[in-house]
């Protein structure tokens, strides 16, 4: 049976078509009729199905480690609320939600906390992704409201991709902006980030800026414009206020192009260009992401970028607005309902007029009356003792918040914590005092919200395993237990949404942009067939809404947009001699957030199998360093260890590394161990984007490969990476001194010596194998100087119930006819080594590739590296 549901992964928010048997998902397809995607699914979308196995999911409630039932769960967390709260106040108590909650389980979640325990300490994740641009939106338009919608950058004639990497991040948006810039030739796209990423590929301009210029970048246009006489007169007259000053603010910063280029660190001649394209082109859609988000002034970095396109009048116009990419599927969702600790439900803020708005409409008992901590606050509340109590639900901290070993500190001292989680082995889930098993994509039932304001139903296609609840279910049963049963009687999700729409439109009359109450009388039928649509939905607008501020109105006092007088900041976080290099972190194309539902898909690793480091040419020679040596980056915070990757798309003096890796999948691989708690004080959220680490050559003795059978128990020191296989576990590992004798080191590593083994000198390579009931139960590939055979071969041998005699010594054999390969399309599983095999058998263009080998004919994230291969492949021919 098919289903149509919504992904879970980034915030496009497109629309999946999921195959059941027998409550099995076995295919998902994307779904041609949603309109952020039609048809299309990235390479994580792709592979849903494969991480919905019940393997390594929490099942069972416990209680310090002890599996009890859920009325002794649930009767213990709404004591340990009610205790705190008695003892020490309801600002002793916190929650600390998800963008991965569906908007039904975060409008409980806000409701409980902020309507009947009196404690607005509810923030979220998206505290680390969306929180600067919120700020910025409600500065500038009055609401945290996106302008524009998808069909804008296909309406374009300029497209500015501002700190966004969209082709390993927002892929599908990525591909219909290359399909724009197919059908419209005239269309330009400038791509303004410190690396060059994928991205790239589609830029006909890369500005390769100095981390954190990018308020002067913008200050610089700003006059520019104003100097050369493109600023849209009438409509800053007519519909803005503050446009004086800020232009006063931006000539003060950036008095010349001289300073603009000596501040950005990029050439006067590339600023020209990017100023004159701008001031041509009336159709211009800025989308901006993390890049300009995750710093220390980045509320002032999305203004700068919201001041150029007030200025011109670029707003509200098909092809024309500053457009924010939403970091997560239901980043924006958590955000309506409240789910951020400055903000109540509805969009509204905290005041006195609604606060009793809100209370009204909830006939609230004990309601918040001025704004909670923010995530990074809250968790230095928590190491202060301030707070005693709170629940995280759906997210992972301990690997996501800057400072980790602050946050380990603050939950460790934490007199109760409680977690949500649907996985069994997460780094927060060890911390937990109490586990409460959730369900999880495919189970859940609700709705999210994407980057364009639209509404899509994420439905339950199967039933959560072992003794797992919604969320929305936990929390209310929660709040009944504390007295709260007739406000939280909730019989589906249908219910708390229609709440939620009618809360929406209460006492609104037009004053709030942020407005479904069109949707407010929806039955459960009804919302069992809720197509997606875009808010505002009302009485005016029945069928939604695809731009905002078409008429030039604003939802400010004055009604006018604002422009806000910016002056260009330095990042916080300083290099010093000590700590010379700029770290700069973010995800990668396979892997999504902590891992805990890519990690479950062994083809998500055979892109990037390992924690690495991206850094320069000349910075890799000055550190004596090669592709794929060991490298630490450290500072007086912590330290990260992975495998080098050298490119000349990195600036000198900068290094990049994933965000993904945890204590679970790496030694040393969390990148927030190096991130300061340093954050913007308008809007809280992380400088996440510029560190200050140095680097050093990890010095290595020897390299591995060991694959264990499904269950093997390990003991790992030195070096590692847990690698996922189709049938067995891989690991990377490494040390910096030989064993004296690897028979014992198997013994005490793996907790048995060797069946078989081979070794070709005392500190020379080594292979070894162990059987258990003529079946594979784990190999050890040992090499000096880090190369290996292809591990699929290897890993197919651990689905053979039985080896023979002469299949066990052929896993021995010294040399493989089958050398080391890099994964390249993620989707068809195609490797370097048979597109090269492909461009020399005269397959040189990506029509032909994917007409041979399928590749890039599906997200189409490979086409820039199937690119670089064709032109090295070219290039070796002609040499």
Known sequence: MKHKTTCPYCGVGCGVITEVHNQQLLDVAGDVDHPANYGRLCVKGSTLHQTTSKKDRLLIPSIDGCAVTWDRALDKVATQIRNTIDQYGPNSVAMYLSGQLLTEDYYVANKLMKGFLGSAHVDTNSRLCMASTVAGHKRAFGADAVPGCYEDPENADLILLVGSNAAWNHPILYQRIQAAKHLNQTLRVVVIDPRKTATCDIADLHLPLRPGSDAALFNALLVYLADQGHLDKDFIARHTEGFEASLVAARADVPSLEIAAEKTDLSQQNLMTLFQWFAATP?????????????????????????????????????????????????????????????????????????????????????????????????????????????????????????????????????????????????????????????????????????????????????????????????????????????????????????????????????????????????????????????????????????????????????????????????????????????????????????????????????????????????????????????????????????????????????????????????????????????????????????????????????????????????????????????SMGYVLADDHWPLNWNDWCQIHLGQSADLQLQTAPEGSFRAVSLAQGRLSWMLLVSPNNQFPDLSRLDREFAHLTLTDRQTHDLLRKDSEERSTQLICSCFQVNDQSIRQAIVAGAESIESLGKTLKCGTNCGSCIPELKALIAQEVEDVMQ
């Not at 109590?389 to 980790?404: E, F, G, H, K, R």
């Not at 069994?424 to 189970?443: F, G, H, R, V």
């Not at 237990?481 to 406000?487: E, K, M, P, S, V």
């Not at 005016?540 to 604002?562: I, V």
């Open 283 to 727: 159709r211009t859609v800025s989308l901006f992401s993390q890049g300009v988000n995750q710093s220390s002034s980045g509320t002032d970095k999305v203004n700068s970028l919201i001041n150029c396109h007030l200025a011109t009048g670029r707003i509200g116009k098909p092809g024309s607005a500053p457009f924010s990419l939403t970091g997560q599927p239901n980043a924006m969702g958590g955000r309506e309902v409240g789910g951020l600790a400055n903000q109540l439900a509805a969009h509204m803020d905290f005041n006195p007029e609604n606060v009793d708005r809100v209370q009204r409409f909830w006939q609230a008992s004990h309601m918040a009356t001025a704004p909670g901590l923010k995530a990074l606050e809250m968790f230095k509340a928590l190491e202060a003792g301030e707070i005693k109590l709170i629940w995280i639900m759906a997210t992972n901290p301990m690997v996501s918040l800057p400072n980790t070993p602050l946050i380990r500190r603050a939950l460790s001292r934490c007199d109760q914590v409680i977690v949500s989680e649907s996985m069994s082995d997460t780094d927060t889930l060890k911390l937990a005092n109490i586990a409460l098993p959730a369900s999880s994509w495919s189970e859940k039932d609700g709705t999210v919200t994407n980057s364009e304001r639209r509404i899509s139903r994420q439905r339950g296609v199967v039933l959560p395993p072992g003794e797992a609840l919604h969320d929305w279910q936990i929390i209310c049963e929660v709040a009944k237990r504390l007295g709260f049963a007739q406000a939280f009687d909730y019989q589906n999700p249908a219910e708390i949404f229609a709440e939620h729409a009618a809360l929406s439109g209460f006492e609104n009359e037009g004053k709030r942009c942020f407005d479904i109450s069109g949707l407010s009388e929806i039955s459960k039928s009804e919302y069992d067939r809720l197509q997606p649509l875009q808010w505002p939905i009302n009485a005016s607008a029945r069928e939604g809404t695809a731009r905002l501020f078409d008429t030039g109105n604003f939802y400010t006092p004055s009604g006018k947009a604002r422009l806000i007088p910016i002056t260009s900041q330095e990042p916080l976080q300083r290099l010093s001699m000590d700590q010379p290099l700029l770290l700069n972190t973010g995800r990668i194309r396979d892997q999504w957030h902590t891992m805990t539902r890519t990690g479950r898909a062994p083809s998500l690793f055979r892109h990037r199998d390992e924690p690495f480091v991206e850094l320069h040419p000349e910075d890799a020679k000055h550190h004596l360093l090669q592709n794929f040596d060991l490298a630490t980056l450290s500072n007086a915070q912590g330290q990260f260890t992975g495998s080098v990757r050298i490119t000349s798309g990195q600036r000198r003096g900068e290094v990049f590394v994933p965000m993904h890796w945890t204590q679970s999948f790496s030694s040393e691989g969390r990148c927030n161990a190096l991130i300061q708690s340093i954050s913007d004080p308008i809007s809280g959220q992380p400088e996440s984007k510029q560190g200050a680490v140095k680097l050093i050559k990890h010095d290595t003795a020897w390299h591995a490969r060991l694959l264990t059978r499904p269950g093997v128990q390990v003991n790992l020191r030195g070096y590692w990476a847990r690698v996922p296989l189709e049938h």
